[in-house]
């Protein structure tokens, strides 16, 4: 551990300590570290390691990284402006190219109470980032959900399912008949 804490291959130089005097609840000041150590998963940064689409989720027109989802989506920049804080969202100081040297600039520059109501507008939109995606995935699965219906009455309803192994030249079958108060009569897998 004191190696890998010494060693300036891990070493991010900046304001960590700017970061946790900010006057906000610790999972807001969390975020902030998380941003700035580069290990929030950002669409950009999943592309990396799994396959997803890269633009942003809310406004679909620009590459979801830290950058835009906080400073320059357009929803961002109306919550930063309805909590009175356009005034540093357009401050020529912190206009960084990367999220990382604007939020340590931000921690330098102001006080510890604007500091947190800033990581705490940034804890906000990254948790309805989240919650927009999790409704926008049950949304999805639930559209595609078939669910089972039973047949009428005096018939019998045979569901099958198979599957084809590819390279194999093997093909599996299962098969299975309910009748109509949904109960199981017989079932065969070959
Ligand atoms: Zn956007």
């Known amino acids: 551990m004191r190696y890998i804490i ?3 291959k891990y070493h991010v130089v900046g304001n960590w300590n700017g970061i946790w005097k900010a006057q906000a609840p610790h999972k807001a000041c969390h975020l902030l570290w998380r941003l700035c150590r580069g290990c929030l998963p950002t669409r950009y940064r999943l592309l990396r390691r799994v396959e997803c689409t890269l633009n942003c989720l809310v406004c ?3 590459i979801e990284d830290e950058l835009h989802i906080f400073f320059r989506c357009a929803v961002a920049r109306d919550s930063w ?6 005034s540093v969202l357009h401050n020529a100081t912190y206009q960084q ?20 109501r800033v990581s705490m507008l940034l804890w906000c939109i ?33 569901n099958v399912d198979i599957a084809f192994v590819s390279g194999s030249g093997r093909t599996s079958v299962g098969l299975c008949f309910c009748d109509n108060s949904d109960h199981f009569m017989a079932g065969m897998t070959q």
């Open 60 to 62: 679909d027109e620009e």
């Open 97 to 116: 190219i990367n999220a990382m040297d604007r939020i340590f600039a931000v921690c330098s520059n102001e006080s510890s109470d604007t500091v947190g």
């Open 81 to 86: 402006s309805a909590t009175g804080l356009s």
């Open 6 to 8: 010494g060693s300036d």
């Open 126 to 158: 990254w948790h309805n980032l989240h919650k927009l995606q999790s409704n926008n995935v049950s949304r999805t699965t639930k559209a595609g959900l078939v669910r089972w219906e039973k047949p009428a009455l005096d018939w019998v309803k045979r």
